[in-house]
């Protein structure tokens, strides 16, 4: 069994700064590429960036030079640092991993519960 458990979520000026981390534990052979997705109230899930087991990372166009995803392969952990947050990066944060585990022994997308993220004043 894989589970992924995010943390540091909350609530933030605009402007302000968060930084949510998120760990894989459990039967895992290998975590290849990490990454984070949002959903906003009545949208649908967005990709934010994405981290390959290489650090190299790709992000969408609306947070490109204000988040900064980073990883820890030998922690299965992957970051997402967010600066210049705005009220339009309020959602639900969830965290995705590609993983090879040693139960099944082929690559499947996990899930974390997801964290929330508020920007208001």
């Known amino acids: 069994q894989v589970q992924l458990v995010e943390s540091g979520g909350g609530l933030v000026q605009p402007g302000g700064s968060l930084r949510l981390s998120c760990a894989a534990s459990g039967s895992i052979f290998s975590c290849n590429a990490m990454g984070w997705y949002r959903q906003a109230p009545g949208k649908e899930r967005e990709l934010v960036g994405v981290?390959?087991?290489?650090?190299?990372?790709n992000y969408a166009d609306s947070v490109k030079g204000r988040f900064t995803i980073s990883r820890d392969n030998a922690k299965n952990a992957v970051f997402l640092q967010m600066n210049s947050l705005k009220p339009e990066d309020t959602a639900v944060y969830y965290c995705n991993a590609n993983i090879i585990s040693t139960l099944n022994w082929r690559p499947l997308d996990y899930w974390g519960q997801g964290t929330q993220v508020t920007v208001s004043s």
């Open positions: 981290i390959t087991r290489g650090s190299i990372t």
